[in-house]
Structure formats: structure tokens, C-alpha cells
């Protein structure tokens, strides 16, 4: 699990951002965490307070450590600006059973890789210094033989080890595979940008050929029907000779998406990652503006559908409706404000109990 990042100079971060997930001494909701770390967290902020910036930092490892989907116009203006520092600082502390992983990097673009840097236990096991041909450091047994002459490649010292070699059978080895694992299975999605996303996969398929394909069209019906959207589906194939998904009126039939709601489109298109999400074929899930255009009563059946999952989780919103103890703890709801991203329960000197209400405390600015 990720249990720490830190960024600093990248878009509106001009100072260093630490998002720590370490949770805090509460008894309830122990669903929301894992191990310690915050496993279901909601983050709050106002407009441009960077709630989208924080997702694409912590989604910037994609783009060089896998092949899957990263669009390089979420990483226009990459560096703050002004700014002095000619490259942006990320670093990630991961935690894998009571094994740590820290990872550090720099970037002068989201294309451009600096430094790089990989501790795993405490012990130093691969970096390079792009300025120094003679720097790379190939700690990993099995990686020994690999050429150290890569400063001047924009290739990440971990893809190259991960890609050509075949690493000894160990635990430190083991614990490399599950980091890498862990970025390889990571996804961003967003209800605003249509099927836009980062991570997991790449390309592009339409929402109801996949949930076709994938048998699932019964499942989305009581989907669906859970969520308060009564409807009846059917498959049928239109003039073209596609299978479409369509609503039942009694044998008439409607193309889904011709008459759907904008909620119910967000919905679908949940649902399209959530069956991925669901047979555990991702890691972390940041789901920015997740309910842009849910009533808040779908905002909590989607965040306590993810919550019954062993996945971690970053929702980002401004609904205060769902910052509440019923769903989650003052530890797992977070305002980012001023280039700092804080749990609410470190924000008061007031001991949060099960019974406060923290909408109403919210709204009162007791977490300012």
C-alpha cells in the first residue's frame, strides 16, 4: 500500500505536498483501513486548491515505470511557475506486509526522467545520477551484469532492471516485483473527462461492448437497480451489426445512452472499472470529482461499494454530504488547502468522537 507521497514543484505545488496516510487510534469503521494506512480516504478542497493536480502527481510514476495509458495533456505546465528549481521532487513510501519500499525521483517533464533512486528495508538497491555515467547503483541479485552507462538515457533504472533481467529468487527481489506490481495495477479515472483515464490499461473501448463482453450485463441491471436506477436491459444488435446494451420498455427498446442521465452515464462508466476493481486487478484507485453528478445517497453506495474491496482508494469531491462517521472516520477525510493536504481530525484540538457530526463542524470552519 502507499503509505506516504511527497511532491514539490509540480503544477500548483510550489512547496513541498505530503500526503501521510498513517491512520489514527479510532475503533469504528475499521474497514477503511489496512495494516495501519488509510485504505478509503476523501479529499476535500476548494476550486483550484489542486484536488485534480494531486492525482496526477501521485499518477506521474505511470508513465515511466509501465506502459499502460498516461496522457501527456493532463502534464502540460509541469513545473511550477515561477520557479528556481529546474526539476520537480516526487517520493513514495510504500509499505508491503511489514516491508518498507522508498522510491525517489526527479523530472523536468513528464517525459524526462533526473535522478532516481530505490530503498527498499533501508538498504540503498538501485540509482542513477543522470550526470554521472558511473553513478548507477544495481544492488538486486541477478542485476549485477546489467551496463551502468544509462545516465544519459531517459530510461528509469527500474524498467530497465525489471525488463532485462531475470532476478534471483529472494525476498528483496520478491519485494521489487510487488512494487512494481503495485504501479502496474494503479488507475485514475475521472466522471468529468468522459473515458479518460491513467493507468491499469491502455486504449480505449466503449463502456457497453465491454460490459458485454465481459457477461456482466445482468450483474449491471442490479447494479444499477441497487444504486436506485430501476431499469430493465437487454442486449440487442443495432443496424450495423453491434451488440448494444438498451433499455426494456415491456419489448420496446431505447439505446442506453440516448436516453440515460448524466448520473447514470457517471454511473456506467464506474461500473466499467469497477469489475475490473473488483477482481482485484488494481492496486490504488484515484477517482477524481467521483460524484460530480450523483445524488448524495449514489455517493455513498459507491464509496462503501469500494470500501467492502482490498484496494486503496482516493476519492476527491466537494459533496459534504458523505463526511460523515456512519461512512468513514475523521482520519480518512482530508482538506487540501494552501499546498497542504491534512486529515481533519489533525486540523481541530477537539477530540473527534463517533457521535460528532462533522458536516456540521465542517461547515463552521472548525477545520481551518
Known amino acids: 500500500m502507499l503509505e506516504k507521497f511527497s511532491v514539490t514543484n509540480f503544477k500548483n505545488f510550489n512547496e513541498e505536498l505530503i500526503l501521510d496516510f498513517a491512520a489514527s487510534d479510532y475503533q469504528f469503521n475499521p474497514q477503511s483501513i489496512k495494516d495501519g494506512i488509510i485504505k478509503t480516504a476523501i479529499v476535500y478542497g476548494a476550486n483550484a486548491s489542486g484536488k485534480s493536480n494531486l492525482g496526477f502527481a501521485i499518477f506521474d510514476i505511470v508513465q515511466h515505470l509501465t506502459d499502460n495509458e498516461s496522457r501527456g495533456d493532463f502534464y502540460q505546465h509541469y513545473l511550477t511557475k515561477p520557479s528556481n528549481n529546474p526539476y520537480a521532487d516526487f517520493e513514495y513510501c510504500f509499505k508491503f506486509e511489514e516491508n518498507k519500499v522508498v522510491y525517489q525521483y526527479k523530472k523536468t517533464s513528464h517525459e524526462t526522467l533526473g535522478d532516481e533512486c530505490l530503498?527498499?528495508?533501508?538498504?540503498?538497491?538501485l540509482s542513477v545520477v543522470r550526470s554521472d555515467k558511473k553513478s548507477a547503483v544495481f544492488s538486486l541479485e541477478g542485476s549485477g551484469n546489467l551496463s551502468k552507462n544509462i545516465s544519459g538515457v531517459n530510461l528509469s533504472i527500474i524498467k530497465y532492471?525489471?525488463?532485462?533481467t531475470i532476478l534471483e529468487d529472494n525476498q528483496e527481489n520478491t519485494?521489487?516485483?510487488?512494487f512494481c506490481d503495485f504501479i502496474n495495477e494503479m488507475l485514475f479515472f475521472s466522471s468529468l473527462e468522459h473515458n479518460t483515464y491513467l493507468g491499469l490499461e491502455s486504449g480505449s473501448r466503449e463502456l457497453d461492448k465491454d460490459i458485454i463482453d465481459q457477461g456482466h450485463v445482468d450483474d449491471f441491471q442490479q447494479f444499477l437497480n441497487k444504486a436506485g436506477i430501476k431499469c430493465t436491459l437487454s442486449v440487442i444488435v443495432d443496424e450495423n451489426g453491434e451488440e448494444r446494451i438498451v433499455f426494456d420498455f415491456d419489448g420496446e427498446y431505447?439505446?442506453?445512452?440516448?436516453?440515460a442521465s448524466q448520473g447514470t452515464k457517471s454511473i456506467t462508466l464506474f461500473y466499467y472499472w469497477y469489475q475490473r476493481i473488483q477482481a482485484n486487478k488494481?492496486?490504488?484507485v484515484f477517482i477524481d470529482e467521483f460524484d460530480s453528478f450523483y445524488h448524495h445517497n449514489l455517493s455513498k453506495?459507491?464509496?462503501?461499494?469500494?470500501?467492502?474491496?482490498?484496494?486503496?482508494?482516493i476519492f476527491t469531491t466537494h459533496n459534504t454530504d458523505i463526511m460523515t462517521n456512519d461512512l468513514l472516520r475523521p482520519d480518512c477525510y482530508f482538506i487540501l488547502a494552501n499546498n497542504q493536504i491534512t486529515a481533519i481530525n489533525k486540523l481541530t484540538d477537539q477530540e473527534l468522537r463517533t457521535a460528532h457530526n462533522l458536516q456540521k463542524l465542517y461547515k463552521a470552519h472548525a477545520f481551518e
Do not use: R, W
Not at 301 to 313: A, G, N, R, S
Open 282 to 284: 488494481t492496486s490504488f
Open 175 to 178: 519485494i521489487f516485483k510487488q
Open 161 to 164: 532492471v525489471k525488463e532485462n
Open 301 to 313: 453506495f459507491v464509496v462503501k461499494k469500494l470500501k467492502e474491496i482490498d484496494v486503496q482508494v
Open 119 to 125: 530503498i527498499i528495508n533501508d538498504k540503498k538497491v
Open 254 to 259: 431505447i439505446n442506453f445512452f440516448e436516453i
